[in-house]
């Protein structure tokens, strides 16, 4: 009986965790579908999938923009915060209306990574938060260029293609900013 | 007696139990203290690790790098792909409009097979109502602020970026169906280029075994048909067998026997000649299968074979040590976009290579370059030989304008490295024109320029539609201020080598 119900439960399981991986199965479309005959919602699986990431990683970015703001110790750390926190407000909520418009729901909590991220940056202070704060950018930021560059490459929904050329030059831009200010940092 | 040595015995076993007890127990101590301390810095380590490797248990999608596989029919990605090519070959059509001046203006200058006449003239449009010396007089941060490179020195885009592949000439389609019976016709997209712009066809071919020859080509196009009976008596049996496994059909991404494909009837492939056509190049071009993901992944215009006896390093970004190593890796890169896990669903050719690519590299290595009458044996001109402008150039090549520092005279107009030039100093990365988003460059292989007229269009991805675009982007590139007069000698020049 027991081991009945232990396999009931591992069966439940595994199912929800293959319902939570179906979104991210390579095997999807073909990039080159057009809208019309493409699912209901016009998004192929990288469309979907590059919601979530973007749309998780952004409100991370805020967040982690917002402690550098308060937390960081050089003024410049601090100006990289604020910009970084207002510019993915506005990224993020062009998302949400975009996404809204699909009728797609963006998680609201982080993914474990960027928890893991915030709660070890908020433990730290000084010359160490600023410089690990930087580094998580500069990785941040060179991931984030790569995931438009393929949904650009890859999304079938013209929209959120559009949204991801429209934002990559301002990515590569932070990118850019992050390595300078980690230039100044380890000059200073 | 027997009973003391047992004793004995027992007395000397039991001392080295209890020897052998507190040795074993003081050991297990030091190794439960030793372990102790393993397991937690193994801990910390995993720990920080984790903090630090936070941003990357979850890594970016597979298919960033792997190529999918397909979902939907055949049939129907063929009827989509149908219905939107005439949009897809519009779309880059007005882009070539906007970026050059794409007429007809033929030099009284032949290519060395005397079939086709050079191109004359810059064709790169400028913009914003700046001059080509008042754009030579700008900082490159100026002209990247103020968004003044002309289009077109910036990358060039593939016809269809998100499927990207090979795309044939009309002439090397008609010809391969013609003697072969086999269709290089891809139903998604179509050659871009207008026809003045590409090298002349079918090419002539020059023997380093038979300098006294000439063109043995015939006027034909070397194909799995006609290779043995053109060539029979002028090469050596390795030579044509290598001859014959490069215009044997392999499979190719777009050009195979699986669903997954670009050709209207499932295909046998495609040969290295197809591309290198006659040794020389016909512009087919694909994608660069170095990068990813898809939409980062630069043109690449198909090279020359001629002079590789000389070349040190193949592959404009790889630098692929030696012929045989191209001819053995190719139908995994060039053929397969560097995707060897798609290339074994459709059939990849690995040819052997004690066998197979010595022999391939064989026939590759015996192709020279056309003759240069006016060049001596160390890439110089003859001074009597020679006209003045090109004199004239050949002194602006060797000095003002830098060209020499790389395109080394002496050694076949190499220098056997790669070179960054840095255009990024000229405009902002992250642009996305027709599907391809603009990153730097990066290092590229330095070109030979022997026989250089014969070969338009230039750059890596076929973006300088003649010389004097090249000399255009140099001069700029270089911040070297060429006047007019230094230019115009410039272009007489490279068309003497």
């Known amino acids: 009986m027991l081991a009945n119900r232990i396999f009931i439960v591992t069966a439940i399981c595994c199912a929800a965790l293959t319902a939570h991986a179906e979104i991210g199965n390579p095997a999807g479309d073909s990039p080159l579908t057009p809208d019309s005959s493409a699912s209901p919602k016009g998004m192929n699986n990288a469309d979907q999938l590059f919601v979530q990431l973007v749309g998780m990683g952004g409100k991370a970015e805020v967040e982690a923009g917002n402690t550098a703001a308060h937390q960081g110790k050089s003024d410049l750390v601090q100006d990289f915060g604020r910009?970084?926190?207002?510019?993915?407000?506005?990224?993020?909520?062009?998302?949400?209306?975009?996404?809204q418009s699909d009728h797609i729901e963006i998680e609201k909590n982080y993914d474990p990574d960027h928890q893991r991220q915030s709660k070890y940056l908020s433990g730290l202070k000084g010359d160490e938060f600023d410089r690990e704060y930087i580094r998580t950018q500069i990785a941040e930021h060179q991931r984030t260029a790569l995931l438009l560059e393929w949904e650009i490459g890859s999304g079938q929904n013209k929209a959120l293609k559009q949204y991801a050329e429209d934002t990559l030059p301002t990515v590569l831009e932070h990118l850019q900013m992050a390595k300078d200010t980690l230039q100044q940092l380890k000059t200073t | 007696m027997m009973i003391a040595n047992d004793c004995l015995h027992s007395c000397s076993l039991f001392y080295s139990y209890s020897l052998v007890k507190q040795t074993y127990a003081l050991f297990k101590e030091k190794l439960f203290n030793a372990m102790r301390m393993k397991l937690f810095s193994l801990l910390s380590g995993c720990v920080l690790s984790v903090f630090c490797a936070a941003s990357h248990s979850d890594p970016l999608p597979p298919d960033a790098t792997y190529r999918p596989l397909p979902t939907r029919p055949f049939s129907s990605v063929k009827a989509d792909d149908e219905a939107e090519k005439s949009?897809?070959?519009?779309?880059?059509?007005?882009?070539?409009e906007q970026r050059y001046d794409l007429s007809n203006h033929p030099l009284p200058i032949l290519m060395s097979g005397g079939r086709k006449p050079v191109q004359d003239g810059v064709r790169v449009k400028l913009k914003g109502g700046v001059s080509w010396d008042q754009l030579a007089s700008m900082s490159a941060d100026d002209i990247r602020q103020k968004n003044l490179l002309p289009a077109g020195f910036m990358p060039l885009p593939h016809v269809k970026q998100a499927t990207g592949g090979q795309v044939f000439p009309q002439q090397q389609i008609d010809q391969i169906n013609k003697q072969e019976g086999r269709n290089l016709k891809r139903f998604d997209v179509e050659f871009d280029l207008p026809d003045q712009f590409t090298p002349e066809f079918p090419a002539p071919i020059f023997l380093t075994t038979h300098p006294e020859l000439g063109d043995v080509s015939q006027g034909q196009l070397l194909t799995i048909k006609n290779y043995y009976s053109l060539l029979v008596g002028y090469i050596t049996p390795v030579q044509m067998e290598g001859l014959r496994l490069l215009l044997t059909p392999f499979p190719q991404e777009e050009f195979n026997q699986t669903e997954d494909r670009k050709s209207a009837d499932q295909s046998l492939g495609v040969t290295c000649l197809d591309c290198h056509a006659n040794f020389h190049t016909n512009a087919a071009f694909h994608?660069?299968?170095?990068?990813?993901?898809?939409?980062?992944r630069f043109r690449l215009d198909t090279v020359s074979l001629r002079g590789l006896f000389n070349q040190q390093i193949h592959g404009s970004k790889r630098s692929l040590r030696s012929v045989e190593d191209f001819s053995q890796f190719e139908q995994r890169t060039a053929y397969f976009n560097g995707d060897h896990v798609s290339a074994t669903r459709k059939g990849a050719n690995l040819p052997d290579r004690t066998n197979q690519v010595a022999m391939m590299a064989q026939m590759q290595n015996?192709?020279?370059?056309?003759?240069?009458?006016?060049?001596d044996s160390m890439g110089h001109l003859y001074p009597d030989k020679a006209s003045p402008q090109e004199l004239a150039g050949e002194k602006v090549f060797m000095g003002k304008g830098r060209c020499a520092?790389?395109?080394?005279?002496?050694?076949?107009?190499?220098?056997?490295?790669?070179?960054?030039?840095?255009?990024?100093?000229?405009?902002?990365?992250?642009?996305?024109?027709?599907?391809?988003?603009?990153?730097?460059d990066g290092p590229i292989k330095t070109f030979t320029l022997r026989g250089i007229k014969d070969s338009p269009p230039y750059m890596h991805d076929g973006r300088l539609l003649t010389l004097a675009d090249t000399v255009e982007f140099f001069n700029l590139v270089?911040?070297?201020?060429?006047?007019t007069e230094e230019k115009s000698n410039l272009v007489s020049y490279l068309l003497a080598l």
């Open chain 2, 405 to 440: 520092e790389c395109h080394i005279p002496q050694t076949a107009f190499m220098d056997q490295q790669m070179h960054d030039l840095k255009l990024e100093r000229f405009y902002k990365p992250g642009v996305v024109t027709n599907g391809l988003v603009v990153i730097p």
């Open chain 2, 87 to 96: 949009k897809v070959q519009q779309r880059q059509r007005e882009l070539l």
């Open chain 2, 478 to 483: 270089l911040g070297v201020q060429l006047t």
């Open chain 1, 83 to 99: 910009r970084m926190a207002k510019d993915h407000q506005n990224a993020n909520q062009k998302l949400e209306k975009l996404a």
């Open chain 2, 366 to 375: 015996i192709i020279d370059f056309p003759p240069a009458p006016k060049l």
């Open chain 2, 287 to 296: 994608l660069t299968p170095d990068v990813r993901p898809q939409a980062d």
